[in-house]
């Protein structure tokens, strides 16, 4: 026992691969990135389809009308809403064909024979573009109304395509979930933010609910967390699940954002609740066609208050 | 302890052998694929790199969904190139070293296959399916490798329950 515990401890463990150098550079892009963003706020639900992405939007137009910069990480991947709303929806990235294998099941030997026997795209051709190695480190997030810098799954694939990897990735959960965390991280390290006064963050709906703690491990430092719930019995105690969720991560509860509270009846006052919203239709025209409502519509103004709110709860 | 043998274990990865003379003792070490796959989900190049990653390089690589091209053009893919080398090394060592002859022949076999299937996605009748779910979960993915393997071996574009069925007999 003595002997093996001494041949254990005289393992020096080298880093042959240099996988560990690597993972540290990731984080490091993303801390690097994530210190020129004062705030960062994520917008999240219990429930589905209560009106994170609305919230998120109308938000962010509210604090860029008082002059902030300000940036939204459309963290849905599956269900990439924002650039709609924001007008956006005909935009992309571009970044795309260097992705040429259509197929799936990349298995080591037979994965890398496709790769390099794949037709290069002229345009990808090595050094055809800036940047060491004929590669950009960095992309510019899209740029909306009022000056809104947005990243969104929307600018990579195509408007109705869903969201599909290769590799086992539907068979096995584990998988997908290393994927989705890896992308998040690449939207947090890969864009090119800049300075921002607010980075928002909409985040898909509870059911997946393993976004927050992929995020979070990224943003430890992030100031906190928007529910919005409906005011519907159901979705307020989903709502009361995802604070409790919330505070175990240790991420702040920074208020609730009461939608559609004309429909369900609103709650009982309290002083948790930064805003309620009532249906608008107008509000959503807005969102369906991607123009804003105009500062002086009754909505601007109520998310103007719940700007104004959140601003005296952020140190 | 010396190495004895490198052999082909499901068409996807690589079993090794080393035997001791002394104690007869036998040990088998076998590649396995899934690892390969998670150190892709992490965005590592294995050896490290000598140029920055390029912006979104994992989520581009791994996105089976169609992509947006509109020619911005970020990168080329970096694993290609990687790869490509590693082919030609590969080529350069043959007839020296057993694992390259044993890669070697995997990849030329692999190739035939997509050759044969045109690099086609394989798809899956509801019934064959179904059968996949009976399979544990952790070895699921790389049964479905396998079959998918097998299809493309055949020709066939879609896996049926027939196929699962000869599967079964294969590799059982
Ligand atoms: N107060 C409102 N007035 C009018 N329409 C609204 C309002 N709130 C949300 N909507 C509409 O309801 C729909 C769902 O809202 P939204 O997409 O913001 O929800 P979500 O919580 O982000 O959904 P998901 O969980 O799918 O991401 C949208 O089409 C939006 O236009
Ligand atoms: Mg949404």
């Known amino acids: 026992m003595t002997e093996l515990k001494s041949i254990l401890e005289n393992i020096t463990f080298k880093d042959d691969a240099k996988v560990q150098k690597q993972l540290v550079d990731q984080i490091l892009k993303v801390k690097h990135r994530l210190a020129q963003i004062r705030h960062k706020i994520f917008v999240m639900s219990g429930k589905g389809g209560v009106g994170k992405s609305t919230v998120t939007v109308q938000l962010a137009l509210a604090l860029a009308r008082k002059t902030f910069k300000v940036g939204i990480l459309d963290a849905d991947l599956n269900g990439p809403s924002i650039p709609h709303m924001l007008g956006l929806k005909d935009r992309g990235w571009g970044l795309g064909a260097s992705t040429l294998g259509s197929s799936g099941a990349p298995t080591g030997t037979r994965n890398s024979t496709r790769l390099s026997e794949a037709p290069i795209v002229p345009e990808l051709r090595e050094g055809a573009v800036e940047g060491a190695g004929g590669s950009r480190t960095q992309i510019d997030p899209v740029i909306g109304p009022l000056g809104i810098k947005v990243a969104s799954m929307a600018f990579l694939i195509k408007e109705t395509a869903p969201v599909r990897w290769k590799g086992p990735m539907d068979l096995t959960p584990v998988w997908l979930g290393m994927m989705e965390s890896s992308t998040l991280r690449e939207f947090l390290g890969d864009v090119a933010w800049g300075d921002l006064d607010f980075l928002l963050l909409d985040l898909p709906p509870g059911a997946a609910a393993d976004k927050p703690p992929a995020l979070y491990q990224y943003m430890p430092e992030m100031d906190g967390a928007l529910l919005v719930t409906t005011g519907s019995q159901v979705a307020q105690s989903v709502v009361e699940r995802s604070k409790q969720y919330a505070l175990d991560l240790g991420i702040r509860v920074l208020g609730v954002i009461q939608n559609l509270s004309n429909l369900f009846g609103s709650a009982a006052e309290n002083e948790e609740i930064l805003g309620r919203i009532p249906y608008d239709p107008q509000l959503a025209t807005s969102l369906d066609t991607g123009t804003p409502l105009p500062k002086h519509h009754p909505v601007s103004r109520l998310f103007e208050n719940i700007a104004g709110k959140l601003l005296k709860l952020l140190p | ?172």
């Open chain 2, 1 to 172: 302890m010396g190495f004895q043998k490198v052999e082909e274990t499901g068409g996807i990865g690589l079993g090794i052998t080393f035997h001791c003379p002394q104690c007869q003792a036998t040990f088998s070490m076998v590649t396995n694929p899934g690892e390969t796959q998670m150190v892709q989900a992490l965005g590592v190049t294995l050896g490290g790199r000598e140029t920055q990653p390029a912006a979104f390089e994992l989520t581009q690589s791994m996105l089976k969904t169609g992509v947006r091209g509109e020619g911005l053009g970020v990168s080329k893919n970096p694993q290609a190139q990687d790869e490509k080398s590693v082919k030609d090394t590969l080529k350069e060592s043959m007839g020296k070293c057993p694992f390259a002859n044993t890669v070697a022949d995997m990849t030329a076999k692999a190739d035939a296959v997509q050759q044969k299937s045109g690099g086609q996605e394989i798809l899956w009748t509801d019934g064959a399916l179904r059968r996949l779910e009976n399979v544990p979960l952790p070895v699921r993915s790389f049964a479905k490798q396998m079959i998918e393997t097998m299809a493309r071996e055949q020709g066939k574009p879609k896996v049926d329950e027939i196929l699962m069925d000869e599967a079964k007999t294969r590799f059982m």
